[in-house]
Nanobody, 121 residues
Framework: QVQLVESGGGLVQPGGSLRLSCTAS????????MGWYRQAPGKQRELVAG???????NYADSVKGRFTISRDNAKNTVYLQMSSLKPEDTAVYYC???????????????WGQGAQVTVSS
């Protein structure tokens, strides 16, 4: 099973930007869809962005217009560009492979260690 390593987290002020990276241990060309989840303290893990092999993207309403997901198959990497960050974006962010059922997705791989994102002044 592919191993995923997230990086790029950190502390940022409200309104700032961060880019997260998710690097896979092998080629992701054969993985139809990849996504980014996040889990805030005391809350369930939620899917915030997904991207399919044809480039189609989906976003949670809470991040639409602020987050952009992309993938670079040549680098086995999926990115999450986050801008206009808010304190409520504070969470541990995880990537995973996805299985889509219409517009509904479920994680299909193993979880990495995640990347902590803290938005605070």
């Amino acid at each position: 099973q592919v191993q995923l390593v997230e990086s790029g987290g950190g502390l940022v002020q409200p309104g700032g930007s961060l880019r997260l990276s998710c690097t896979a241990s092998r080629s992701i060309v054969s993985i139809n869809a990849m996504g980014w989840y996040r889990q805030a303290p005391g809350k369930q893990r939620e899917l915030v962005a997904g991207i399919r092999s044809g480039g189609r993207t989906n976003y949670a309403d809470s991040v639409k217009g602020r987050f952009t997901i992309s993938r670079d198959n040549a680098k086995n990497t999926v990115y999450l560009q986050m801008s206009s960050l808010k304190p409520e974006d504070t969470a541990v962010y995880y990537c995973n492979a996805l299985n889509y059922f219409g517009d509904y997705a479920l994680p299909s791989g193993s979880w990495g260690q995640g990347a902590q994102v803290t938005v605070s002044s």
